[in-house]
T-cell receptor, first 116, second 110 residues
């Protein structure tokens, strides 16, 4: 158990809908990362937060947004969902800022999103 | 920008040794990670290299050559449970983000 909690584990919804994925980092970790992993593809970096502040953005669609709250949990909001958004969404945390190369990521078990 | 290349798939026999290669290009180097990911599960940390050379950790070893932009993960005494994807990753690329390669899917056969 990595100590990172993601909910829900599975989410089935229809095209055009909006969903929210939730992540609680390990106790004491200030950095949260979000990744998308489509079938048979690698982890695609979406966005990173440190102590409530957005630090880095990847190829995140405009239909997607995220935030990190004062209690350090983070939410990823996906709207106007399309079939292609079906994927496994991972959250990861580290105890650093993300600016040090040696910070290993601890991943949650992911949210499997199916858009029908 | 950053680029990471790994073979897509490899097959090896139980008890054997397998080497999974990773080549990379990056404008700023802050070390290289290897993660293991079983199908449908979360990636888990295997190793981190920042200096050239071999780091050994039990059955798993990781090698880095910064001048060649090259790393490999060596798995010895393969077990069936080693069947998984192995992800090469560059941390802190372009500021505060870790970029992953597409991963190498390893199949261990009896």
């Amino acid at each position: 158990d990595s100590g990172v909690t993601q909910t829900p584990k599975h989410l089935i919804t229809a095209t055009g809908q909006r969903v929210t994925l939730r992540c609680s980092p390990r106790s004491g970790d200030l950095s949260v990362y979000w990744y998308q992993q489509s079938l048979d593809q690698g982890l695609q970096f979406l966005i990173q937060y440190y102590n409530g502040e957005e630090r880095a953005k990847g190829n995140i669609l405009e239909r997607f947004s995220a935030q990190q709250f004062p209690d350090l949990h983070s939410e990823l909001n996906l709207s106007s969902l399309e079939l292609g958004d079906s994927a496994l969404y991972f959250c990861a945390s580290t105890d650093g800022t993300g600016g040090s190369g040696s910070e290993k990521l601890f991943f949650g078990s992911g949210t499997q999103l199916s858009v029908l | 920008g950053q680029n990471i290349d790994q073979p897509t798939e490899m097959t090896a026999t139980e008890g054997a040794i397998v080497q999974i290669n990773c080549t990379y290009q990056t404008s700023g180097f802050n070390g290289l990670f290897w993660y293991q990911q079983h199908a449908g599960e979360a990636p888990t940390f295997l190793s981190y290299n920042v200096l050239d050379g071999l780091e050994e950790k039990g059955r798993f070893s990781s090698f880095l050559s910064r001048s060649k932009g090259y790393s490999y993960l060596l798995l010895k005494e393969l077990q069936m449970k080693d069947s998984a994807s192995y992800l090469c990753a560059l941390p802190n690329t372009g500021g505060f983000k870790t970029i992953f390669g597409a991963g190498t899917r390893l199949f261990v056969k009896a």
